[in-house]
């Protein structure tokens, strides 16, 4: 399959409460049946959290023939050709390596969502990090070739004219829709532009309409908040449409400029991607593929290692498919490599 669905909380804000009492969220069927599900939740989640087209709100599946891990910044997360079935083409394996930005500001004509505007679930990580993914396939069993790009800037609430009329979430979606239809640079460039910056200037430019975030809310509620939250998407089949000025950028681990704007010039975000450990991510996912145990569920393959103290992995030597059950966010594996502290 190729949309990897995961995560396991019970959230009670996902609908308002009838009489059946609270909703669920379809994540917690798995890890329903794991003899331990306090210290498993946090595996399914960071690995749902290392692919860009997780939904964490969403029951995934056992995740066998999958596996993921971080090296650096990046991320790293990878399907085996039997997962992927995709029909009658045989691309081979799939490795989708990320990079993140999670300091994003706003411009004249729009910000990004601050904490208490971002999703009550789940989703909110989402909502609150730009992402860049290159996946890539493996045709024939052999090297990994980079296939698409992707493009997932953090949601945003944009200035459009009209909004304080809208009193239903319909309305307020479909007047930003209506608004950003008519934005153009030119033909064949509808949208906002999304640009991305490097050392040797503008190395990568995307255009896109976006698409509302597709969290549901009350319709007084979304009336208060004024504006529905946009993800301005971007994709490209660098296969066919190759950007080396990009692909080395990423590969040499220069941190890049990510910045959209609407055909005035005002912009509406401006992050920064950090790309250090990329190459590492792509060496790590390719060595995930070859290793037998990525042939086996997660909570099978993470027993004995799921209840591991953080310390462990600090300097665990394990197999490649292994470190799928290392929990540690980004943030904590990056402290735990700092240098010590001096008192």
Not at 68 to 81: C, H, P, Q, R, W
Not at 298 to 306: K, L, S
């Amino acid at each position: 399959m190729r949309r990897i669905l995961l995560g396991v909380i019970v959230v009670g804000t996902l609908g308002a409460c009838g009489p059946e009492g609270p909703k669920r969220a379809a994540s917690e069927n798995v890890v329903a049946d794991a003899p331990n599900r306090g210290a498993m939740w946090p595996v399914m989640l960071q690995h749902c959290l290392r692919s860009p087209n997780c939904d964490p709100m969403s029951d995934f599946g056992k995740g066998a023939g999958q596996a993921s891990g971080l090296a650096g910044y990046a991320a790293y997360f990878v399907e085996t050709k039997d997962v992927v079935k995709e029909g009658g083409v045989d691309y081979g394996a799939a490795i989708t390596v990320s990079v993140y930005g999670s300091r994003a500001g706003g411009g004249k004509a729009g910000r990004p969502l601050t904490i208490d505007e971002a999703p009550d679930n789940l989703h909110g990580t989402d909502a609150r990090r730009s992402t860049l993914s290159i996946e890539y396939r493996t045709p024939g069993g052999g090297k990994p070739e980079a296939y698409t790009l992707a493009i997932h800037p953090a949601w945003v609430a944009m200035s459009v004219p009209g909004l304080e009329a809208a009193k239903t979430q319909a309305e307020i979606s479909d007047t930003t829709s209506d608004f950003i239809a008519r934005l153009s640079f030119g033909p064949e460039m509808d949208g906002a532009k999304i640009e991305l910056n490097g050392k040797a200037g503008v190395i990568a430019t995307f255009y896109s309409i976006g698409l509302p975030s597709g969290d549901k809310v009350k319709d007084e509620d979304a009336a208060k908040r004024g504006f529905e939250p946009w993800v301005f998407y971007a994709s490209r089949n660098i296969r066919d449409e190759p950007l080396p000025t990009l692909m080395k950028a990423l590969a040499e681990g220069e941190s890049l400029n990510l910045k959209i704007t609407v055909p005035t010039g005002d912009a509406i975000l401006y992050d920064t991607l950090y790309v250090d450990g990329f190459a590492k991510a792509l060496k790590e996912g390719e060595a995930a593929l070859t290793d037998p145990a990525i042939g086996q569920p997660i909570q099978d393959r993470c027993e004995g290692f799921d209840s591991k103290p953080r310390d462990f992995w600090k300097t665990a030597a394990v197999t490649p498919a292994l470190h799928t059950c290392d929990a540690r966010t980004q943030l904590q594996r990056q402290q735990d490599a700092a240098p010590p502290q001096r008192p």
